[in-house]
């Protein structure tokens, strides 16, 4: 069985940081790719950034300001979001990919105010 548990979410106001964290755990190995994704209300799932097991990483165009980063020893990837708008708000979900299994977190909410 396989855990994943993000934390970091909350309200801020626009222009401020957050850090998000995802840690997996339980039954995973040899993880390839983790990533951040979003979606806001009435709106589709979105990539913020992916990152690989060798630290490539991949983000969306609408995301400067937001820097992702793993610790592979720990299982765990980091969403460091500076300089927060309005338009980022949505529930954050944490996504692990390897050898034939993708897994989802259960989603951080981050709301930033005006």
């Known amino acids: 069985q396989v855990q994943l548990v993000e934390s970091g979410g909350g309200l801020v106001q626009a222009g401020g940081s957050l850090r998000l964290s995802c840690a997996a755990s339980?039954?995973?190995?040899?993880?390839?790719?983790m990533g951040w994704y979003r979606q806001a209300p009435g709106k589709q799932r979105e990539l913020v950034a992916t990152?690989?097991?060798?630290?490539?990483t991949n983000y969306a165009d609408s995301v400067k300001g937001f820097t992702i980063s793993r610790d592979n020893a720990k299982n765990t990837v980091y969403l460091q979001m500076n300089s927060l708008k309005p338009e980022d708000t949505a529930i954050y979900y944490c996504?692990?990919?390897?050898?034939?299994?993708?897994?989802w977190g259960q989603g951080t909410q981050v709301t930033v105010s005006s």
């Open positions: 339980g039954s995973i190995f040899s993880i390839n790719v």
């Open positions: 990152i690989s097991y060798g630290g490539s």
């Open positions: 996504n692990v990919q390897g050898p034939g299994y993708n897994y």
